[in-house]
């Protein structure tokens, strides 16, 4: 099962990694949903046991670990806050730069 | 009282720079200001003077101010023997110095910068050396690095000055870095930064294992400052610096910084074999190097100014040697040193002054015309060359029996004595071709002889006063007795113990005395071979120099600098490549996970493998390398979407319901806010941009830096689950307790609700406040693109027709689901909100999913409409209101169940019918208050994200114009 989530995470990271390395400034969007999807399952994964059962008080097997489940279901609607945040950086390098390429945006230096 | 009486000469001081700037519109003339000025340093002389009077016999006087007490730092002064006689050095000759710097620049208005400089550099000098502890002291040394390079600098449009300038700021400034770091570790070592917690803590320190490690920093430090070899090579350059500035600079203050320094730190990190060996060998070598290279010098500056080298080896080496005559020798040499070289050196400023050179080569046969200057130089010359009667004769018999001493190492037992005795030869050659070069015999240059006359009284009184001081000293029948005492004291507080001192001239026919004779000796017959000599040093060591390091040194910074800004292009991705693989060097730098842990557990443990996981697992794959090569930004939106989908039906299968959930509607949520988004990136834009996505170079590269992350973060994953400790306190906790403490039979809704609803309601606040910020930069940005006039919005709203997020018009099929799926959605939030603490679902995805409800109808009807027929969808009501009643229930928790956001069941409290499973609890009100503010920022999101843009309206003027022509 570890290298099964490790696979998962992994790949996910690296395909968040590369689109965030493109020009196109909406595919570094794309490419940090995916990143923060990576962060999500891997804290999810944390929990000390993995359970038979969901994390209900009526549960007769094994409950999963309902802590990093918590933590997580609110770092997703977070996530979702603050990747709707860069979307409306984006429409700014839009309107200011007149592009989409993240290369033609100049205006960090000087 | 006396304790503010030490802060007194640095105010005094510091008000002489406000009157000398204040001067600076006045027109007087230097010599004006100069014999104004100088009642400052006389001023700030006397009261330190009185001051040390005050003080009981063998104690400091301290005087401390909190500075930043959560630091444990203090502004803190320190007056003992020692500081007290380079106190009263540095404004007795100070005092000098501002008479003879205003004579020097004579009817020049503009020297207020000049004297300004000085008073500036004094008042560093003085709080140096007056400092109670490391700090206080660090910021002055600094502080004189400061003023000097202000001073040596003055002639800012000669290039050799700023050169000079620069050299001994960068010289001295590094050694002051380099100085402070060892400080920070005498500071933790002790305990404390103040001078007496120091030396109360000398034998922690010299014990310490770090011992090494801060005594080259410190000495690092005081090498630099006091241009010890190799460092002494900005010294000759910062000649170019106006002679009063040469002269304070090089005989009584900024070079003796570093002699105090380790004369002030001797009690503490002193009397060790490093200690002696290290200040002796490069105390012996700056000696002799010093005297070498003087010898070689024309002009009369930078032959004083070796010899000062020269001087200070010789200072730097009794300070390494732990005996009470070396001490002795200490103080006396440093007095003698500062009176014959400040007198020297204003007066070599003078002999320019008025011949207008200094070059020995020109001058000559000028006793004639300048009898008085013959007299000074003369005296100081002598003085320095240390034959008697004159206080340098003493300062040389008693360096003499230093070297001698039986107490030191028998390897140095003839050295010492050699060095001392060739280095005093060479001084003395130098003190005689200096006066007579300039006055005896006949003019060097026999076609342009000198022409010069003693200039006024005030003039040459400055240097005459030291010389003169230099005579009496060796002179008097009587033994000056404050004078012995004073020296005494310095001498115990450098030694850390009793200095019997004396100023007896004559002490019988000892060792001493013979070795003097053997140095005279050899002295005169260099003289008298000076010719000879000099040619066979300049052939032996043409080259002796080390500024070809130096140069190099700064070039390599300056190379150094301009890699590191050309790290800085400006090009993000190119910060972004940067940064991760940064990232991950560290992690594979210190994470120091251990290989074994990966060959142990990596086997392909089916356990829990089914076909669902193996399908969200290619899900997950396939869908997210996917978005990486699909062309279209909206379909790689979508399959960005499928992607998450993956996630959540994983983290169903673990088995989490409520996070898969959420999981789920936030991924359609966000699928939806970024489809509606590339509108607002005009398509023309992102054509060009994806155009450019697939070079090939760029691509490999990029592969390659996103394969080694994805490689680091599946170690790390791997590393984690492998290692995590498979027994949790907290989770039984939870389990066990959520159903009697919250009623809740869902774990993970009551952790969120319940037993962490703090953070949940901050959460939700950040939730909003990026909802807001979204608001906040497209409302600047359009104001800034000038986009969205008043006018055009009315316009927009009068026409009616239901157009789609891409302008485009929607058919009515689609409007009747919108109709049918808002009420389903609000329905089914309803429940997630009545029921979610017994069952899946929670605040969160209720406001999600009522969220997505909404979002259809922007895609569908788009902004304009929505926004017109969904009136009561009023975000910042929402969001408040969904704030606001989160924190009245929180306070509720506190009023009726006595804690913040504690469990209350205001159904059974007030005895009110209600359907069964569900409870009006203070759950089921925070669970509102989330879905409230969820709702209210999502709608805001879209609301923002999702308004349309210029391609928007031109798609509406076609259209209108296409109905036109109907």
Request: proline share 5%; aromatic share 10%; glycine share 8%.
């Amino acid at each position: 099962m570890n290298i099964l989530t490790s696979l998962a995470v992994g790949i996910l990271f690296a395909a968040g990694i590369y689109q965030i390395l493109r020009r196109n400034v909406i595919r570094a969007a794309i490419g940090l949903v995916l990143i923060s999807n990576a962060v999500n399952l891997f804290l999810f994964s944390t929990g000390a046991y993995n359970g038979q059962a969901a994390a209900y008080s009526t549960a007769t097997a094994q409950i999963s670990d309902p802590l990093p489940q918590a933590l997580v279901l609110t770092a997703i609607v977070i996530s979702m806050g603050g990747f709707a945040f860069v979307l409306s950086l984006l429409y700014v390098i839009s309107t200011r730069y007149k592009t989409s390429d993240s290369d033609e945006v100049k205006g960090l230096k000087n | 009282m006396p304790d503010f009486l030490l802060v007194l000469p640095l105010l005094i001081l510091g008000i002489g720079i406000f009157v000398a700037l204040a001067l600076s519109r006045s027109g007087w003339t230097a010599s004006r200001m100069g014999g104004l000025l100088l009642f400052f340093p006389l001023a700030a002389f006397g009261v330190t003077l009185y001051a040390f009077s005050l003080a009981p016999e063998g104690k400091a006087l301290t005087f401390s101010l909190p500075w930043v007490p959560s630091l444990g730092l203090n502004f803190s002064l320190y007056l003992d023997g020692l500081s007290a006689l380079f106190a009263l050095l540095i404004t007795g000759i100070g005092t000098l110095i501002v008479l003879y710097a205003g004579q020097y620049f004579g009817d020049d208005s503009s020297a207020w910068r000049f004297l300004t400089y000085i008073l500036l550099f004094m008042l560093a000098m003085l709080g140096l050396v007056l400092a109670g502890d490391l700090i206080t002291l660090f910021l002055f040394w600094e502080a004189t690095s400061i003023s000097s390079f202000l001073l040596i600098a003055y002639k800012y449009k000669d290039e050799a000055a700023r050169k000079g300038a620069f050299k001994s700021l960068f010289i001295t400034g590094g050694g002051g870095i380099a100085m402070l770091a060892g400080f920070v570790f005498i500071m933790s070592i002790s305990g404390g930064a103040d001078f007496k917690t120091i030396f109360a803590s000398g034998d922690l320190l010299r014990n310490s294992p770090l011992y090494p490690v801060f005594f080259t920093l410190v000495i690092i430090g005081a090498f630099t400052k006091s241009a010890q070899f190799p460092a002494h090579i900005w010294l000759p350059e910062a000649m170019s610096a106006p002679t009063p500035a040469s002269a304070f600079l090089h005989s009584a203050t900024m070079v003796k910084a570093g002699i105090y320094l380790l004369a002030r730190l001797n009690p503490a990190i002193g009397n060790t074999d490093l200690w002696f060996w290290v200040l002796s060998i490069f105390g012996v070598t700056t000696m002799l190097v010093g005297a070498y290279l003087g010898f070689k010098q024309n002009d009369l500056k930078p032959l004083l100014a070796y010899s000062t080298v020269s001087q200070l080896g010789v200072l730097v080496a009794l300070i390494g040697q732990d005996t009470e005559i070396a001490f002795k020798a200490l103080v006396i040499s440093i007095l003698a040193h500062a009176l014959y070289k400040s007198a020297l050196f204003m007066s070599a400023g003078i002999i320019d002054h008025e011949t207008g050179t200094r070059d020995i080569r020109k001058l000559g046969g000028l006793r004639k015309q300048m009898p008085i200057m013959f007299g000074i130089i003369s005296i100081a010359a002598l003085s320095m060359a240390g034959l008697p009667p004159l206080f340098g004769f003493l300062a040389k018999e008693t360096l003499l029996a230093s070297a001698t001493h039986p107490s030191l190492p028998a390897i140095v037992d003839l050295l010492f004595p050699l060095t001392t005795v060739l280095a005093g030869a060479f001084i003395l050659a130098q003190a005689a071709l200096l006066v007579r070069g300039v006055f005896l015999g006949a003019p060097a240059d026999e076609k342009h002889p000198p022409h010069g006359h003693d200039p006024k009284i005030w003039f040459w009184l400055a240097p005459g006063i030291p010389a003169v001081l230099s005579l009496l000293i060796g002179i008097t029948p009587v033994e000056p007795v404050f004078l012995v005492d004073f020296l005494a004291a310095a001498a115990k507080a450098a030694y850390g113990a009793k200095v019997k001192v004396s100023l007896a001239l004559w002490t019988g026919i000892n060792v001493p005395l013979i070795l003097s004779m053997i140095a005279i000796t050899l002295g005169a017959l260099i003289l008298w071979q000076r010719g000879r000599i000099r040619t066979w040093m300049m052939n032996l060591l043409p080259n002796f120099t080390l500024n070809t390091l130096f140069n190099g040194t700064v070039s390599g910074l300056d190379s150094l600098a301009e890699t590191a800004t050309k790290l800085q292009r400006g090009q993000m991705r190119f910060y972004l490549r940067v940064m991760i693989l940064s990232m991950v060097a560290i992690v594979l730098l210190f994470s120091r996970i251990p290989l074994t842990m990966f060959t142990q557990n990596l086997h392909w443990d089916i356990e829990g493998l089914n076909g669902l996981r193996a399908f969200s697992l290619v899900m997950i794959v396939m869908a997210s390398l996917a978005s990486l090569v699909i062309r279209r930004d909206l379909h790689a939106v979508i399959a960005l979407g499928v992607s998450g989908l993956g996630v959540a039906i994983w983290m169903a299968l673990d088995p989490s319901p409520d996070v898969a959930l959420v999981q789920i509607v936030v991924d359609i949520l966000s699928t939806i806010i970024l489809i509606l988004s590339l509108n607002i990136l005009p398509r023309k834009q992102r054509n060009k941009a994806n155009e450019l996505l697939h070079s090939r170079r760029g691509m490999t590269r990029d592969i390659l830096v996103a394969g080694l992350a994805g490689l680091v973060m599946a170690a790390i994953t791997f590393t984690a689950l492998n290692t995590r400790p498979r027994d949790s306190v907290v989770a039984p906790y939870y389990a066990e307790n959520s159903k009697p403490l919250t009623g809740a039979k869902d774990i993970v809704g009551a952790i969120v609700v319940d037993f962490r609803a703090a953070d949940t309601m901050i959460e939700i606040m950040v939730f909003a406040m990026a909802g807001l910020g979204i608001y906040t930069v497209l409302h600047f940005a359009s104001r800034k693109a000038g986009e969205h006039s008043q006018a055009e919005k009315t316009k927009l709203n009068a026409e009616h027709t239901p157009l789609g997020i891409h302008g485009l018009p929607t058919s009515p099929l689609l409007h009747l689901l919108a109709y049918i799926t808002l009420p389903l959605a609000l329905m089914l939030g309803v429940t997630h909100m009545m029921y979610g603490h017994d069952m899946p679902g929670d605040g969160f995805t209720a406001g999600v999913v009522i969220s997505l409800g909404i979002a259809m109808w922007y895609i569908i009807f788009g902004y304009e409409e929505t926004r017109r027929k969904l009136p009561w969808l009023n975000r910042v009501t929402l969001i408040a209101s969904g704030l606001t009643l989160s924190l009245l229930n929180a306070i509720g928790g506190a009023i009726f169940a006595g804690g913040v956001a504690a469990p209350v069941d205001y159904g059974a409290m007030f005895g009110l019918p209600l359907p069964p499973g569900f409870g009006l609890t203070n759950s089921f009100i925070f669970e509102v208050a989330i879905a409230l503010t969820v709702t209210g920022t999502a709608t805001l999101i879209l609301d923002n994200l999702g308004r349309p843009r210029d391609e928007e309206k031109e798609a509406f003027e076609e259209l209108a114009s296409i109905k036109e022509q109907a």
